[in-house]
């Protein structure tokens, strides 16, 4: 059977895609990822898959197209494409190139870093040059990406615009069948309409259907004919005694207070005498008490593109013990960079880096042990954060041994603690990152950068791609780590995240601008752009 045998006609009132009974199981101990589900989606129709982090949507997804990972296999289930069934391997590759585009939670991980987003974009166009050129040209245009970023490389953007490349990329040779996962986790509320458009206007196109993932309640009621929820395992209701215990433990954990592994070993202020917790004054005193440098400072911070395009000149942020600011502003102003350049990943262009007031060398090389691990990064992408040959009990132990000498006994037993923590359970410390949910791969990225017991802690999209109940416990815990003087730097589009933290710059115009909370129920409003405002400082 070839592509051309899905062809024809679909008989009315059947489903352009269709599946009985999909379920998925691990290689490795024969558990259920995914238990036996049925899919129906008409043409013209817009289904939309919604559910807890560690469901299995993406792995529905995966399992449909028949792309699952190592150590995950279909276990049982048909696929069908208008009434005939599609058999796995060389066919459902021929079928998924000749019918199907396809955007991935994780979409840079899926983009050659080296390629032009132009190519990228074009790559399955089966038309000439010129019109390959123009079709590129509007999707940009379309997707809200500037003219001049068709000449960048993949490497060279930011995770919003990665996600938009990699949408325009699978809708460039308008597929009749479009599968999306997570399509506006990283993008401002601006650009996520203009990706929600795009669906749209799919919605009642005959010989067309699209089956998205998101936990984007409003999206999904939006855009949806029909939702199907997947369920999770059952949770401990709160109030119950097995919740009750477990927040204990956590904040036992969070504060350091368990005698296995020391939770941080601050890093001392230049001057002065030595604070209680990481910069942080005692919280009672006989008198005044001068106030402690900030834990992590920018003065004149000055960013570029990889190709020279300003992004921040002259910037200055302050961040306490303690407290938490969080950075707004559309996609592709500069945010994740801002992450980055703090964190030594990637040097800025000019300005000063200040830890508890002295001065911190700008990229990570030139940094010694107790700087590295008194900043730390859980980044947004989650399969570039996480080695993919290392089991996640790995990864989260490396800080452990790294920076606090932890011996493996010991090691375990903190890594299934800070697992617990950040809301997952202490099996996954077997798994390996691409059996794992993006939002349970972005909490392990919290987990390993808590690992490290760091002063500062740099969070890029926290939230992104978390049901509301992992994200709520994502937000409490740093407001806990708080308590004991963590300083958090947190980029979001999320409004519920930004209204948690303390001060909120908005990075626009190439300034760092100061903005009032956002109601955590009302998106963020980031399309509006200023400019000539002076660098906020602090």
């Given at each position: 059977?070839?592509?051309?045998?899905?062809?024809?006609?679909?008989?009315?009132?059947?489903?352009?895609?269709?599946?009985?009974?999909?379920?998925?199981?691990?290689?490795?101990?024969?558990?259920?990822?995914?238990?036996?589900?049925?899919?129906?989606?008409?043409?013209?129709?817009?289904?939309?898959?919604?559910?807890?982090?560690?469901?299995?949507?993406?792995?529905?997804?995966?399992?449909?197209?028949?792309?699952?990972?190592?150590?995950l296999h279909r276990a049982a289930g048909t696929v069908r494409w208008r009434g005939t069934t599609v058999p796995r391997g060389r066919e459902a590759r021929r079928w998924r190139r000749a019918r199907c585009g396809w955007l991935a939670q994780d979409p840079g991980a899926a983009l050659h870093p080296l390629w032009r987003v132009d190519r990228l974009i074009g790559e399955e166009f089966t038309g000439d040059a010129a019109a390959r050129a123009r079709r590129v040209e509007a999707l940009m245009r379309r997707l809200g990406l500037p003219p001049g970023l068709a000449s960048r490389r993949a490497g060279e953007l930011s995770g919003g615009q990665a996600q938009r490349v990699a949408l325009a990329r699978a809708l460039c040779a308008d597929p009749e069948l479009l599968v999306l996962d997570e399509p506006t986790s990283a993008l401002d509320r601006a650009t996520a309409d203009l990706v929600?458009?795009?669906?749209?206007?799919?919605?009642?196109?005959?010989?067309?259907?699209?089956?998205?993932?998101?936990?984007?309640?409003?999206?999904?009621?939006?855009?949806?004919?029909?939702?199907?929820?997947?369920?999770?395992?059952?949770?401990?209701?709160?109030?119950?005694?097995?919740?009750?215990?477990?927040?204990?433990?956590?904040?036992?954990?969070?504060?350091?207070?368990?005698?296995?592994?020391p939770w941080k070993e601050p890093l001392r202020p230049a001057a002065g005498p030595a604070p209680s917790q990481a910069g942080r004054p005692p919280r009672t005193a006989a008198g005044p008490v001068p106030s402690p440098a900030p834990v992590l400072s920018a003065r004149d911070l000055t960013l570029r593109t990889p190709d020279g395009t300003p992004l921040l000149a002259a910037g200055d942020l302050d961040l306490p013990a303690g407290g938490w600011l969080a950075v707004t502003g559309r996609s592709g102003s500069g945010k994740t960079t801002?992450?980055?350049?703090?964190?030594?990943?990637?040097?800025?262009?000019?300005?000063?880096?200040?830890?508890?007031?002295?001065?911190l060398p700008p990229g990570t090389r030139s940094r010694d042990r107790r700087m590295l691990r008194a900043v730390q990064l859980a980044g947004q992408d989650t399969v570039a954060e996480l080695n993919p040959a290392h089991t996640v009990g790995r990864a989260v132990a490396r800080p452990l041994k790294v920076f606090h000498g932890t011996t493996a006994a010991a090691g375990r037993e903190r890594v299934r603690e800070l697992l617990e923590t950040v809301g997952l359970p202490a099996e996954l410390a077997g798994r390996r990152p691409a059996a794992l949910s993006g939002g349970q791969r972005r909490r392990v990225v919290l987990a390993r950068a808590l690992a490290a017991?760091?002063?500062?802690?740099?969070?890029?999209?926290?939230?992104?791609?978390?049901?509301?109940?992992?994200?709520?416990?994502?937000?409490?815990?740093?407001?806990?780590?708080?308590?004991?003087?963590?300083?958090?730097?947190?980029?979001?589009?999320?409004?519920?995240?930004?209204?948690?933290?303390?001060?909120?710059?908005?990075?626009?115009?190439?300034?760092?601008?100061?903005?009032?909370?956002?109601?955590?129920?009302?998106?963020?409003d980031e399309r509006t752009e200023h400019s000539g405002v002076r660098p906020h400082d602090g």
């Open positions: 059977m070839t592509a051309r045998a899905h062809e024809g006609p679909v008989p009315a009132g059947a489903p352009l895609l269709a599946a009985d009974g999909l379920s998925v199981r691990r290689a490795l101990d024969g558990a259920t990822v995914l238990p036996p589900v049925d899919v129906r989606v008409g043409p013209g129709q817009v289904l939309a898959v919604t559910g807890p982090s560690g469901a299995g949507k993406s792995t529905l997804l995966r399992a449909l197209l028949d792309v699952l990972p190592d150590g929600a458009e795009e669906v749209r206007s799919r919605r009642g196109t005959p010989g067309r259907c699209v089956v998205l993932v998101t936990h984007d309640a409003r999206l999904a009621a939006e855009l949806a004919d029909r939702i199907l929820v997947l369920a999770a395992g059952a949770r401990p209701a709160p109030g119950t005694d097995a919740a009750a215990r477990h927040t204990a433990r956590t904040t036992a954990v969070v504060r350091g207070r368990t005698t296995r592994a801002l992450l980055h350049a703090l964190a030594g990943r990637r040097p800025p262009a000019a300005g000063q880096l200040l830890l508890h007031g002295r001065p017991g760091p002063d500062a802690l740099l969070l890029d999209e926290p939230t992104a791609g978390l049901d509301p109940d992992s994200a709520r416990l994502v937000l409490d815990l740093l407001d806990r780590l708080r308590e004991d003087g963590l300083a958090v730097l947190t980029v979001t589009h999320d409004a519920g995240t930004a209204a948690r933290a303390d001060h909120v710059l908005h990075l626009t115009g190439r300034r760092l601008t100061p903005r009032p909370h956002p109601a955590p129920d009302h998106p963020l």
